[in-house]
Nanobody, 125 residues
Framework: QVQLVESGGGLVQAGGSLRLSCAAS????????MGWFRQAPGKEREFVAA????????NYADSVKGRFTISRDNARNTVYLQMNSLKPEDTAVYYC??????????????????WGQGTQVTVSS
């Protein structure tokens, strides 16, 4: 059974940075496409960023382009989300997601078959 565990969330002032980590276990991480999503109170879960295992292509939501960077370390079975220039509207629970053995990426929650439990990110103004 694949497990994804996020860490690195916390409270930060606007303009600050955080790096989220998502550690995977129980599967062949190097063949997973990985994504980050977020959900603010009262809102639907939304796409943030994704990274394909097959060609390394990346995909970002317009709201985070130029500020967030997704990366992975296959040796550590970990995917990261570096978040810079944070804004109060980035406040949400951030979830890591994985899709095994399928090429490409997706911004749809339905495409992913593994999910972490989430980590809270709060950006104060």
């Amino acid at each position: 059974q694949v497990q994804l565990v996020e860490s690195g969330g916390g409270l930060v002032q606007a303009g600050g940075s955080l790096r989220l980590s998502c550690a995977a276990s129980g599967g062949t991480f190097s063949t997973y496409s990985m994504g980050w999503f977020r959900q603010a109170p009262g809102k639907e879960r939304e796409f943030v960023a994704a990274l394909s295992w097959s060609d390394g292509s990346q995909n970002y939501a317009d709201s985070v382009k130029g500020r967030f960077t997704i990366s992975r370390d296959n040796a550590r079975n970990t995917v990261y989300l570096q978040m810079n220039s944070l804004k109060p509207e980035d406040t949400a629970v951030y979830y890591c997601a994985g899709r095994s053995s399928l090429r490409g990426t997706s911004s749809s929650t339905a495409w992913y078959n593994y999910w972490g439990q989430g980590t809270q990110v709060t950006v104060s103004s």
